[in-house]
C-alpha cells in the first residue's frame, strides 16, 4: 500500500509559466517532507524540504506547500524553465522508524 | 564535491548468477540507504544502515538479497540467485542521521539487467 501517492505521472508546462506538482500522503506520523529532481541516468537531488510543523517553505523559484488536514503538499515552481525538466519525487520522513518513503515520481516536461 | 559512488554503473548477467553492487557513502555520513526505481513502485526501499548496523531490511527479499556494511565506506548489495524480476536501477544514498531534516544524498545507480 503506498503511503506517499504522487497520482500524476507526468505534467507539461510552457516555459515562464507555474509548474505545480502534488503529492499526498497517508501516514499523519510523517514529520519532514522533502522533493528530490531526477535526471535520465543521475541520481536523485535535494530540492526542498517542510517540516510538519510549517505550512510553506520557499527557496528561490521554488515553494512547497503543506495541508496537514488534507494529508497534501504540493511543489510550486515559478518561472517554469527547460532546465526543469526532470522527474520529480515527493519523499516522507518518519522519524520514529528513520524511514523515507517515496512516492512514484512525476515527470515534467517544461516546454521552450 | 562530496558524492555517493556506486559501482558497477551498469550490470547485465544471466538469471541464477550472482550480482554484487557496491557503495561508498560520502565520507562522514552514518547513515546508508539501498533503494530500487521501477516504473510501477518509484524508489523501494530496501535496506538502511545507521552506523554500519543494519536497522531495517523489510523491503528486500530475503531468501535471495543481502546487505552489508563491511566498514564505514563501503555498502553492498547482494542477489543471489538473480532473477529476470530483479531487472532494475538500484540506488544507494547516505545521510547524516543526526536531524530528522537532513537531505539523503543519493548515488547514480546500478542499472542491472537479468536475462
Known amino acids: 500500500d503506498q503511503q506517499v501517492k504522487q497520482n500524476s505521472p507526468s505534467l507539461s508546462v510552457q516555459e515562464g509559466r507555474i509548474s505545480i506538482l502534488n503529492c499526498d500522503y497517508t501516514?499523519?506520523?510523517?514529520?519532514?517532507f522533502l522533493w528530490y529532481k531526477k535526471y535520465p541516468a543521475e541520481g536523485p537531488t535535494f530540492l526542498i524540504s517542510?517540516?510538519?510543523?510549517?505550512d510553506k517553505n520557499e527557496d528561490g523559484r521554488f515553494t512547497v506547500f503543506l495541508n496537514k488536514s488534507a494529508k497534501h503538499l504540493s511543489l510550486h515552481i515559478v518561472p517554469s524553465q527547460p532546465g526543469d525538466s526532470a522527474v520529480y519525487f515527493c519523499a516522507a520522513f518518519d522519524s520514529g522508524t528513520y524511514k523515507y518513503i517515496f512516492g512514484t515520481g512525476t515527470r515534467l516536461k517544461v516546454l521552450a | 564535491d562530496a558524492r555517493v559512488t556506486q559501482t558497477p554503473r551498469h550490470k547485465v548477467t544471466e538469471m541464477g548468477q550472482e550480482v554484487t553492487m557496491r557503495c561508498q557513502p560520502i565520507?562522514?555520513?552514518?547513515?546508508v540507504f539501498w533503494y530500487r526505481q521501477t516504473m510501477m513502485q518509484g524508489l523501494e526501499l530496501l535496506a538502511y544502515?545507521?552506523?554500519?548496523?543494519?536497522?531495517?531490511d523489510s523491503g528486500m527479499p530475503k531468501d535471495r538479497f543481502s546487505a552489508e556494511m563491511p566498514d564505514a565506506t563501503l555498502a553492498t548489495l547482494k542477489i543471489q540467485p538473480s532473477e529476470p524480476r530483479d531487472s532494475a536501477v538500484y540506488f544507494c544514498?547516505?545521510?547524516?542521521?543526526?536531524?530528522?531534516?537532513?537531505?539523503?544524498?543519493f548515488g547514480d545507480g546500478t542499472r542491472l539487467s537479468i536475462l
Open positions: 544502515f545507521r552506523n554500519r548496523a543494519p536497522l531495517d
Open positions: 544514498a547516505s545521510g547524516l542521521g543526526t536531524a530528522s531534516n537532513q537531505p539523503q544524498h
Open positions: 517542510i517540516s510538519s510543523i510549517k
Open positions: 565520507l562522514g555520513h552514518n547513515t
Open positions: 501516514n499523519s506520523m510523517f514529520d519532514y
